[in-house]
Structures are given as C-alpha cells and as structure tokens.
C-alpha cells in the first residue's frame, strides 16, 4: 500500500519515455520527457531506498591492518586549491530546529567523545578505500543541542561552497559521526579540517567536509551533486 504512489510515478516515467522514443526516433537522450522520466525514478528509488533504510543495520567495519596507508582525495577541485580553515576563527554554525543554537569551535569540538570507526569510503567515480575516522555520533550531538530528532532532514553547509543534506535515520544512525580525526592524527586540511561527516551507509559525495554550518529542517535539503543529476538518497 505504502509503495502504490511511487509506482504510480515510475509507469508515468516509462510512459513518457515511451513517448519520447515515438516523438525522436532513437536519439531519445536529450529530450526533456525522457530526463524528466528519469528524474522520477530517480526519485521513486529515493524513496524506496528511505523505506529500506534500517537504523540498525551497521555498515562493514575492518581491522586495522586493512586501513589504507594514504587516504585518497576528492572534492570538486583539485587538491592544491584547498583552502586551509583557520582553527582561531572556525565556526561550526547551527540552525533550523535546534535549541541551543551557540556555535562550536574547533577546541569545543575537540574535546567532545569520540568513537572510531573503520569503513569504507566509496566514491561514484568507482574507486573505494578503507579509512580509520573517529567523532562525536551525529545523533548524540543533535540531542546534546536539543534538535528536534522528529524532524525530516539534517542539513549541512561547508567552507567551499559545498552543501549536503540527510534524512534523519541516517543522521541518527550510530556509525554516522562527526569526524574530527582521520588514520590517528587531527583531520589533514584536504581530508576536511577541522570537521568532516563520515556517513558510512552513503556514498562519498554525501560525506561533507569543512563544514561549517549544520541545520535542522523539515525541507528536504540540495545536495551539491544530487543538484547535478545523482541520485540524492545515494544508499550503499
Ligand atoms: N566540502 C566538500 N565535501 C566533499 C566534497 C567536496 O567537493 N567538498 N567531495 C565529496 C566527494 S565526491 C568525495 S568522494 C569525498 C572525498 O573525501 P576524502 O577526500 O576524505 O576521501 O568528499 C566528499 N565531500
Ligand atoms: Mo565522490
């Protein structure tokens, strides 16, 4: 029962492609029917995945010996452009359904629990490795601030213009954490100092670094690469 609407949005999407196959021939890849059919899906399988999204089913966690030696970079710009944050004048921002909105510091951050965790990183691109991250539990935070844990979405905004956004299961899933640590040192610059979000039931895209801003909401958040074209769940 629960599933008929989006069914009914996905024989919408193939009825439309159908269409377009008509309409073009076979150069059918362009035509705004068939990225409109394509962007129901996209979103009937967001919904389908949130519905088979299980709190307590716990990503894949590795022994010690199978965390890569070198961390492997990613962001929407080579590495060299990355701008170091300035410890002294980080701010971590909150807003949306929260609280106590005080913004955090770097030392604020620091000194909160930590639990580690080793997982794998899997980017879209199609390369993957094994890294070692310890924070704070997302979820452990957002009832520290007293956020509403009944709203939808968890928002996050980072210092190079970056934006990410999550559905509350995952946020308050207990393998998601606020990484202050890569391998066993303070995050490296490139690796998202001072604060990086290590979601390990996601893909790498919605693994925020340098952020700098955390909301809490009832709108479903944009994602920066959800915003051109991906899949916005983006479940693993
Ligand atoms: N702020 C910010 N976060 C980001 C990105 C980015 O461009 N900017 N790229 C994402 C992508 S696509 C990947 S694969 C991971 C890479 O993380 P890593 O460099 O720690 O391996 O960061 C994600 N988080
Ligand atoms: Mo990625």
Not at 138 to 157: I, P
Not at 206 to 234: I, L, Q
Request: hydrophobic fraction near 40%; charged fraction near 20%; aromatic fraction near 12%.
């Amino acid at each position: 029962m629960i599933i008929s609407t989006p069914r009914r949005a996905l024989l919408r999407g193939s009825l439309s492609l159908g269409a377009a196959t008509l309409l073009s021939g076979c150069d059918i890849s362009d035509s705004d029917a068939v990225q409109s059919a394509l962007h129901a899906i996209s979103r009937w399988n967001d919904r389908v995945q949130a519905l088979l999204f299980n709190q307590h089913t716990l990503a894949r966690e590795y022994a010690a010996s199978d965390v890569a030696r070198e961390f492997r970079y990613n962001a929407y710009y080579p590495a060299q452009d990355v701008v170091a944050i300035d410890p002294g004048r980080y701010r971590l921002g909150l807003s949306g359904l929260i609280a106590d909105k005080q913004a955090w510091t770097v030392p604020q951050l620091l000194a909160l629990p930590r639990k580690m965790q080793r997982t794998r990183h899997v980017c879209v691109e199609g390369w993957s490795y094994v890294g070692q991250w310890s924070g704070i539990p997302l979820g452990d935070f957002l009832r520290h601030v007293g956020a509403d844990t009944h709203a939808k979405y968890v928002g996050f905004q980072c210092a190079d213009g970056y934006y990410e956004g999550i559905d509350m299961p995952t946020a308050l899933h207990p393998q998601t954490i606020m990484a202050v640590t890569a391998g066993d040192e303070i995050l490296p610059a490139k690796f998202g100092f001072p604060l990086k979000i290590r979601i390990p039931t996601k893909l790498g895209f919605k693994n925020p670094k340098w952020v700098t801003a955390m909301y809490v909401t009832n709108t479903e958040p944009h994602g920066f690469w959800s915003d051109r074209g991906y899949n916005w769940f983006s479940g693993i």
